[in-house]
C-alpha cells in the first residue's frame, strides 16, 4: 500500500470514492495539483473543475466538483466536494440543461440582493464547468 495514494472523495449527498490509486490530481483554487503517495501535508480550496485518478500512467476515473476542500498528507488525499458527478454518470446534454437552468434563474434574478446575484452567478460557472467535464475528450 506504500506505493499507492489513499483517495476519498465525499459529496453532501454521498461517499463517491474511496480507493487505493497510484495518483489523484485535484483542481485547486491555484491549479491542479498532483497528489502520489508521501505528499507532503497541505490543504487547499477547489476550484469548480475535474479530478482525474491513475493507475501508471493511465486515467482511470474522471470526477467532476463543483468546489469544495482538499487535504492531501503521506497518506493520502480526502476531498469534501459541494457537489460531485462522476463523468459518464450525467450526461452533455443534462449538464446542458442544468446551465440553462442556471443562467435562466440569473436572468430573472435582475433585482436580486448583491449576494444572491452573487450565489446565482457561481451557479452557472459551476454549471459552465460542469458543461466542459462532461463534454472534454478523456
Not at 480507493?19 to 480550496?45: C, I, K, N, R, Y
Not at 477547489?46 to 503521506?74: C, H, M, S, W
Amino acid at each position: 500500500m506504500a506505493d499507492k495514494v489513499q483517495f476519498d472523495l465525499v459529496s453532501p449527498e454521498r461517499s463517491l470514492v474511496s480507493e487505493a490509486v497510484d495518483m489523484v490530481v485535484v483542481p485547486g483554487v491555484d491549479g491542479d495539483f498532483g497528489v502520489l503517495p508521501q505528499h507532503s501535508p497541505m490543504m487547499t480550496l477547489l476550484r469548480p473543475g475535474v479530478i482525474t485518478t491513475y493507475e501508471g500512467d493511465r486515467p482511470v476515473k474522471r470526477i467532476f466538483v463543483a468546489g469544495g476542500f482538499a487535504e492531501a498528507n503521506p497518506a493520502g488525499v480526502i476531498v469534501l466536494a459541494e457537489a460531485a458527478d462522476v463523468v459518464g454518470e450525467v450526461t452533455a446534454d443534462q449538464a446542458r440543461q442544468l446551465l440553462r437552468n442556471a443562467e435562466e434563474d440569473l436572468s430573472v434574478a435582475a433585482s436580486a440582493a448583491e449576494a444572491d446575484r452573487a450565489k446565482l452567478e457561481q451557479a452557472v460557472a459551476v454549471a459552465q464547468a460542469r458543461v466542459e467535464a462532461m463534454t472534454a475528450p478523456a
